[in-house]
């Protein structure tokens, strides 16, 4: 099946890049050395985002920095999955006001998936006077227009336009580090589980051509990126709308050939659409990492079907055991949502029993929120927070006892580690990650940072494991 995309040509990229410059000479005329600050809300799709507002922002002449009374501008990335991280997206939009009296001209930018909902722009366009710009995850590519507008014409700007979304190559990118990268291969979701605001925000799937995909991969190689993460709602649809279609183990095992010591991590899978091939792939693909994200959301198959996450626990547990099967070192975590609608007490312990047997590394637990315009937020809900808390308090105490135990099992083992960064303590002064991605907390020479070392590890606990370097 092929989507109509609105593709955003290089070319329109480059007239984007020729208005930073025009916007650079704006800003210089107002400040010598003009500053701006990204504050970035969500997942890492989102954090790619601002890495890419971060590149625009650095060709419009501006330095960085996290202090909102230095910045020139400010742009709040912003996320909708959650109600929390909206109260604290419009809590820190709020208090902008402070800097931007101490600071006349001071431009606020909101972007982002919250901004997408219309009630949530109308709500920045009535309450918060303090924001000038207003645009959503479909119009990034045109940031510097947009931008330049509010510039030259003094006026507030709002362009969050609803949209299947587009697909824009060659974006500037200004990256946070040096041995992590970034790297999305698709937007959008098709999926419209129930309870979620993403399919509306972010439009409909996208994938990237694997010839760009695979290009930026080389790229970030050459540049010394030793750890590349794949970014998709759901890589394993990637490429199902691409002509001649490119499946998503296609995808790895083209990164795969790509030369260099490298580890290639991806996220997310859902697990109705992860295949044998595709675990059969990791396998025998020596840069992929044993590493496996796959939310499974519930344990219970009436509010799996509710969700419409198009599995039952029994058939998520089978892809486990095959991805077990497949990589005997497979480190597994996932996503669950307590407090859906409805969910009885029998129903959130069928939550626990899948979690018990599926073994996670780590688990990712959220509390179910209310998001308008989604399938759910209509559904009857009559448990109270507390329930929802009690349920919340019980899954984490699991998922913090199972932790543990599989740190627990690492003890005494030698292993890869790609060493990541500082952590600013004394005893344990670096960080590191192992192939299927758990913190290694280390003592060694900072010089170590983007090397893959051998360690031996001596202690754990829930959250990470301590090693010695060999
Ligand atoms: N595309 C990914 C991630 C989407 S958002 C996936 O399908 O796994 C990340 C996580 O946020 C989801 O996996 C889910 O566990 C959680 N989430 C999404 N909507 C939510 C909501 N309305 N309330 C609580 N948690 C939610
Ligand atoms: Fe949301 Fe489901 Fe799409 Fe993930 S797969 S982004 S949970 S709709």
Redo the contacts with the bound molecule.
Sequence with gaps: MSIEKKIISPAQIREQEALCRQIAAVLEARSPRPLALVDTYG?QQNEADSEKLRGYLAQMGCGFTQDEFEADIVVVNTCA??EHAEMRVLGNVGALNHSKKARPGQIVAVCGCMVQQPHMAEKLKKSYPVVDLVFGPHELWRFPELLLRVLTKGKRVFAAEKSDGVLAEGLPSLRDGAVKAWLPIMSG?N?F?S????PYVRGRERSRRAEDVVAEAEELVRAGYKDITLLG??VNSYGKDLEPSVSFPELLRRINAIPGDFLIRFM?S?PKDATEELFETMAACEKCAHQLHL?V?AGNDQILKVMNRNYTAAQYLEKVARARQAMPDLVLTT???VGFPGETEEEFEDTLRLCEEAGYDAM?T??????VG?P?ASMPDPYTRADKQRHFDRLTELANRISAEKHRAYEGQTLRVLVDGETGREEYNLSSRTNGGRLVHLKGDPALIGQFAQVRITGSNTWALYGELL
């Design positions: 997942c999955v959650r979701c999926n589980c309870y979620c605001v993403v709602q759901n997310t859902h939310p959301q996503d669950i949502i990712f959220f509390i179910y929120s209310k998001r989604t759910a």
